[in-house]
């Protein structure tokens, strides 16, 4: 089979380090059973692989799978074959923003999440999911009630952030991190 150099799959093979990677997914599943945003996407990264692989890219690059990943790596430690699946998922969001083929949803997720990332220094799950249902879906986020107040009583869920001891440092990191991907 010819890989086209322009499509999804061609791209990530040949304009990721690792990229050569995703070939040998096995389609386990490791990767959607270890993420948290799982339920939030459309589509599990296991099968946004399949459909990669199938030349579905258009419904690949509308996914809200790639926006939807926190960058926790779980997936990419979990993985049999090592394939660099958060790192395939940023590069999906940038060929989704290329392309033009992005959701205000899942972008506004994605900078909300970077938002509590900057302020704090890592994730506050209750401030990001409060602050992207209000704004977006005020009536979905009744929906994850239940979970939260489960959450809570087995003190999995902070309802105040906590702040890292050199936020001021990590946000040169990131500042400096924009300026370069500005550059580039």
Request: proline fraction near 5%; hydrophobic fraction near 35%.
């Amino acid at each position: 089979m010819t890989l086209n150099p322009n499509s999804v799959y061609g791209r990530i093979i040949s304009e990721l380090h690792g990229g050569e990677k995703l070939r040998s997914c096995l389609q386990c599943g490791m990767c959607g059973g270890s993420c948290p945003s799982g339920p939030d996407m459309d589509h599990t990264p296991r099968k946004l692989f399949a459909m990669i692989a199938a030349g579905q890219d258009d419904e690949v690059l509308r996914s809200n799978t790639f926006w939807y990943c926190v960058s926790c790596y779980l997936c990419t430690v979990r993985c049999p074959q090592e394939i660099p699946i958060t790192d395939i998922m940023y590069h999906l969001k940038h060929q989704a923003i290329q392309a033009g083929l992005y959701t205000t949803d899942a972008v506004d997720f994605s900078e909300t999440f970077i938002g509590h990332v900057e302020n704090y220094g890592r994730a506050f799950e209750f401030g990001l999911a409060t602050q992207f249902y209000l704004a977006h879906h005020p009536l979905g986020g009744l929906k994850m009630g239940p979970m939260a107040l489960a959450m809570l009583s087995r003190g999995r869920l902070n309802l105040r952030p906590t702040r890292i001891k050199a936020v001021r440092q990590l946000r040169n990191i990131l500042n400096k991190a924009k300026e370069i991907g500005a550059r580039g």
